[in-house]
Nanobody
Framework: QVQLVESGGGLVQTGGSLRLSCAFS????????MGWFRQAPGKEREFVAS????????EYVDSVKGRFTISRDNAKNTMYLQMSSLKPEDTAVYYC???????????????????WGQGTQVTVSS
């Protein structure tokens, strides 16, 4: 029932920027913590960032701290990932995900999300 649709991926040069969007439907957006994950060819899926219900808390994997910013607009049922100073190692399929447990636990997670989008390709040229 919950559906997540990513957009905004593309090809960018090293040092460039992209903003990814994730549109949420089929549920109550404000009851889900949200997260971004990525998967590069031949590698396992990796946690990137997460954000609390109202956007007051966020967490990042160390490799993107200072470069990526996660945000959400609850009036638009949309989550974003602003990516700056992009590096070739950021190349991956990026997925958005929804976590229904946060409303009970108050804990941001790096795994075990409940719903997933289809992914959007981000390619950073060297």
């Amino acid at each position: 029932q919950v559906q997540l649709v990513e957009s905004g991926g593309g090809l960018v040069q090293t040092g460039g920027s992209l903003r990814l969007s994730c549109a949420f439907s089929g549920g109550t957006f404000t009851t889900y913590a949200m997260g971004w994950f990525r998967q590069a060819p031949g590698k396992e899926r990796e946690f990137v960032a997460s954000i609390s219900l109202s956007g007051g808390r966020s967490e990042y994997v160390d490799s993107v701290k200072g470069r990526f910013t996660i945000s959400r607009d609850n009036a638009k049922n949309t989550m974003y990932l602003q990516m700056s100073s992009l590096k070739p190692e950021d190349t991956a399929v990026y997925y958005c995900a929804a976590d229904r447990s946060y409303i009970r636990t108050g804990m941001l997670k790096r795994s075990g999300y409940d719903f997933w989008g289809q992914g959007t390709q981000v390619t950073v040229s060297s």
